[in-house]
């Protein structure tokens, strides 16, 4: 019987170990759009990195957004140079870093677009990604989501308007999160 | 000791009652295209509702489809009235009276509304998955066909609107227009 315990108390602690705890920001507007509604006390992002397989899980969670609209989310690296890949995901341009102004700040950036939130009949939805195995290194990112979808993605609205930024985090623009993949 | 082994079994046996296994079935192609990509193998659907929250999980994975592709999801309900929607869902494609909509297909005639719930988005190898939960969903059993739609945005705002995009690539059981899987909420 000691025995077992011992075997549960390593298991557990190896997985604690492999994955971290989940990391849990807010959303704020832009930085494209600033009127879109959303209830910026209960939207969030929540992300974690698992050491051993090098996997990034990211929750997408949108609440008193517009009812049955779909917001494209995505990664935005912060970046001089960038792979042409994040994980299974293109990168948009083949990872170039382009550069923009947006709320009185210029910065170079790539984008990763990863999924859709589609919202209900409240204007809440949530989506979850896996991304990786994800390269050594340390990322300096915002998360955002989109006026639509279809940006750099076959089947939806195309590049136009869908393509503003309705949400960002942390923000404002340039103002990253550190997403560190050892 | 035996009082924690009896805990965790009816701990275990509680759990059991309230979460069905889940079922799994494989796509099938079309209803409207049949020529989209996609490893029927390797791809599915899984789903499983639970009978104390009388809410319906679903899960909808597609593998070896084209790569950076938005597939917008939905549940197809085959039925002659429906509600105006289905948990926190708005349900498309009702009539006068709530009456749902008759379409034929691969030479079947039915009538059914839909209930777009989210969408799938491909990677650089055709892959993706989307996971939803939708509910309470009021008890009764349902007659259902899963869909993968060409695109995203149809019935929904922030997409490509109601056209090429509303086509279903994919269902599932079919392989024909109106096959169902039923799913039945206590």
């Not at chain 1, 912060?78 to 994040?86: I, R, Y």
């Not at chain 1, 393509?163 to 340039?174: L, T």
């Not at chain 2, 275990?12 to 029927?40: C, H, I, R, S, V």
Request: charged content about 10%.
């Amino acid at each position: 019987m000691k025995s077992i315990f011992l075997l549960l108390g390593a298991l557990l602690l190896s997985a604690v170990t492999a994955s971290a705890t989940a990391t849990v920001q807010k959303w704020t507007a832009g930085w494209d759009n600033f009127g879109e509604p959303l209830n910026y006390t209960r939207s969030k992002i929540s992300w974690s990195v698992n050491a051993t397989t090098q996997k990034l899980s990211v929750i997408f969670t949108l609440v008193g957004a517009t009812p049955s609209k779909l917001y494209q989310v995505g990664i935005v690296p912060f970046c001089t140079t960038f792979p042409a890949t994040f994980g299974q995901f293109p990168v948009d341009n083949g990872g170039t870093c382009e550069q923009l102004t947006r709320q009185g700040v210029t910065a170079t950036a790539a984008t990763v677009e990863l999924g859709v939130v589609t919202t209900d009949i409240h204007g809440n939805g949530s989506f979850t990604v896996v991304i990786g195995p994800v390269a050594s290194g340390t990322y300096h990112v915002e998360f955002q989501a989109r006026d639509g979808a279809g940006c750099n993605l076959i089947g939806g609205a195309g590049n136009g308007s869908d393509c503003a930024d309705d949400f960002q985090s942390p923000g404002p623009f340039g103002t990253t999160t550190t997403i560190t993949v050892p | 000791m035996k009082r924690i082994f009896l805990l965790a079994a009816a701990l275990l046996l509680a759990a059991g009652t309230a979460f069905a296994a889940a079922t799994m079935q494989k796509w099938t192609a079309g209803w409207d295209n049949f020529g989209e990509p996609l490893n029927y193998t390797k791809s599915k659907i899984s789903w499983s509702v639970n009978a104390t929250t009388h809410k319906l999980s679903v899960t909808y994975t597609l593998v070896g489809a084209t790569p950076s592709k938005l597939y917008q999801v939905d549940l197809s309900i085959f039925c002659s009235t429906f509600p105006s929607t289905f948990g926190q869902f708005p349900v498309q494609g009702l009539g006068p009276g709530n009456t749902c909509q008759t379409a034929t297909r691969q030479g079947v005639t039915a009538s059914a509304a839909y209930v777009e719930v989210g969408v799938v988005t491909t990677d650089l190898h055709g892959n993706g998955s989307f996971a939803v939960m939708v509910g309470p969903v009021p008890s009764g059993t349902y007659d259902v066909e899963f869909r993968a739609l060409d695109g995203a945005g149809c019935g929904l705002t922030g997409g490509a609107g109601n056209g090429s995009d509303c086509a279903a690539d994919f269902q599932s059981p079919g392989p024909k227009f109106g096959d169902t899987t039923a799913i039945t909420v206590p």
